[in-house]
């Protein structure tokens, strides 16, 4: 049997998915909420600063994986203009519906679909911008996902990985008693579940820090790949160049 982490737990591989999926079909409803509330706010500015990154231009072509609730696809969808196209997509239906209501709500429709990152239901060299956030985190064969957005993306196109990250040094006490002491206890107050907060805060720890990604990025593909660190490093975006 080959195992993998789920959070700080050792699981069986063909089981990951569906751990991840108890822990988002719990929190779809509670998710908006709670991304507010834990981060401050700061999300907002951590998005913000993934779609100046994108610079997309009309006509763009777009593909949203682990998009969720659908923070980065409603903010994609309001550069590409009438020619381009942002596809929406999550393996979770719960956290996708969810998504798909918001968009609505704000009076944009976009193609919705439920998709595993790792095997992407789309041809080659089809979209100019890829983007993932707080995602891949979650997903069992990190490398192979990468790959498959490497193969999706134009020769010239841009993926952008955003992700917590390793915070810098001076933060670690601070940073690890918030995650490990408020998280879950907001968690069980606002969403009414403590263990998918624990699992948020661990899963973190188990998720290779900057460089690490930079080198799982270069080995999926990715010519030329970057980071920009955000507060602190809590957070840090990927952006992966294929050529
Ligand atoms: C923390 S949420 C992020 C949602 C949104 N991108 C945001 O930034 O608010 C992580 C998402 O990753 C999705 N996910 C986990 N594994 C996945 C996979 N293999 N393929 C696609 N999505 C996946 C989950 O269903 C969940 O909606």
Known sequence: MSTTHF????????????????????????YDVMND???GGLHRAWKAYTVMVANLREGSQVLDIAG??????????????????????DINEAMLRTGRDRLIDAGVVLPTLVCDAEKLPFPDAHFDVVSVAFGLRNMTH????????????KPG?????????????????????????VLPKLGKLVAGDDASYRYLAESIRMHPGQEELKSLMQKSGFGHVDYHNMTGGIVALHVGIKC
């Open 37 to 39: 509330l834990m981060s």
């Open 142 to 153: 990190k490398e192979l996902a990468l790959a498959e957005m490497c193969r999706v993306l």
């Open 68 to 89: 969720g609730t659908g923070d980065l696809s409603l903010a994609f969808s309001k550069k590409v203009g009438a020619t381009g196209r942002v596809v929406h997509t």
């Open 157 to 181: 196109g841009k993926l952008l990985v955003l992700e917590f990250s390793k915070v810098a040094k001076p933060l670690e006490k601070v940073y690890d008693w918030y995650s490990f002491n």
């Open 7 to 30: 959070g700080f737990q050792s699981v069986d591989e063909k089981d990951k998915a569906r751990h991840v999926r108890g822990v988002f079909d719990s929190v779809a409803s509670r």
